[in-house]
């Protein structure tokens, strides 16, 4: 799989050899939601919650008589069907939200959505990306260079100090190492861009 190398300017310069198994694979929707999902359920921390009515700091006494008011029967006033009552079935912050996904099936997962990058031009690569001074506008206008619009994820193989402190006020714009990468980013942003290293580093990785 050839993928398309592009100068400072954004003109293609040449392309470089990707592997099959990572940037030629065929799509998976099935396959892609669930790595998403169940990376997004892993990342969750059970820190709400929520009282049952045995907690609920209310007076046990009956509020009125069973029989002869009219009204509905009632027991307390901590009642799950009442106002201000407890939960029938409270969160608690022991929650587990994590769910299994086999190491091949997320190693698949991420290579259909690389592969699926690829085959929308949406991914890029890069000789390198260094910067001589942490300055955001710098940063900006190499961007600019590369000729992308929207959102960009860069992918290098080693961060650079200058390129990270440069890129933390761009909101637009995320930039991670390659043991970094997870399927979020990759769906979230329109646009990627891998270094010359990165791409070497991900098929060690992901192969």
Excluded: C
Excluded at 175 to 187: F, G, K, N, Q, Y
Aim: avoid cysteine; charged fraction near 25%; proline fraction near 4%.
């Amino acid at each position: 799989m050839d993928l398309k190398l592009i100068s400072d300017n954004g003109a293609p310069a040449s392309t470089v050899a990707g592997s099959d198994a990572i940037f030629g694979r065929d799509y998976n929707e099935a396959l892609v939601h669930q790595v998403i999902t169940a990376y997004q359920a892993n990342g969750r921390q059970g820190t709400r919650a929520q009282k049952s009515r045995g907690e609920i700091n209310k007076s046990h006494r009956k509020p009125w008589r069973q029989k002869g008011t009219g009204r509905a029967r009632a027991g307390q006033a901590n009642s799950p069907l009442w106002r201000g009552g407890g939960k029938i079935f409270p969160s608690s912050p022991d929650e587990n939200f994590s769910q299994k996904l086999n190491r091949k099936m997320y190693r698949a997962g991420v290579a259909a959505i690389l592969s699926q990058l690829v085959r929308d031009e949406r991914l890029a690569v890069v000789e390198g990306l260094t910067l001589d001074a942490p300055k955001t506008k710098l940063f900006a206008q190499k961007i600019r260079g590369l000729g992308l619009t929207g959102t960009v994820l860069v992918v290098t193989d080693k961060l650079d100090d200058n390129v990270y402190l440069a890129s933390r006020n761009l909101p637009d714009v995320l930039v991670l190492e390659t043991r970094e990468v997870d399927p979020v980013s990759l769906v979230r942003f329109q646009n990627v861009v891998l270094t010359k290293a990165a791409v070497a580093q991900l098929e060690e990785l992901w192969a």
